[in-house]
């Protein structure tokens, strides 16, 4: 597995108390089959509808991938995960 695929596999398993399971295991599921930049858009997206919280290495680590990834975030969902950050490490 690439460097970006394993980041993107490693942030999603760290939603695993705070996003179902299966919402997880869907996204995370098509990198299995090539598809890294639609597993990262909808892992965001469901980080963004369903976690209630987000640290800021989260935060920093979900705008340096989608830079990798040539998949730009839309200002006002990234503005909108800036509120579900937790702490300011």
């Given amino acids: 597995m690439n ?4 980041r993107v596999r ?3 398993l760290g939603f695993t108390d705070r ?7 869907f996204a995370l599921e098509y990198i299995d089959f090539n598809e ?3 597993a990262f858009e909808t892992l965001y997206t469901y980080i963004d ?7 800021s290495t989260e935060f920093r680590e979900l705008n340096e991938l989608s830079q990798l990834l040539n998949t730009p975030l839309n200002s006002v969902t ?3 995960l800036t509120d579900l950050i937790s702490d300011q490490d």
């Fill in 3 to 6: 460097d970006i695929a394993h």
């Fill in 10 to 12: 490693t942030l999603g």
């Fill in 19 to 25: 996003i179902e399971s299966w919402r997880l295991g």
């Fill in 36 to 38: 890294l930049p639609l």
């Fill in 49 to 55: 509808e369903y976690s209630e919280k987000i640290s």
């Fill in 78 to 80: 990234r503005g909108g």
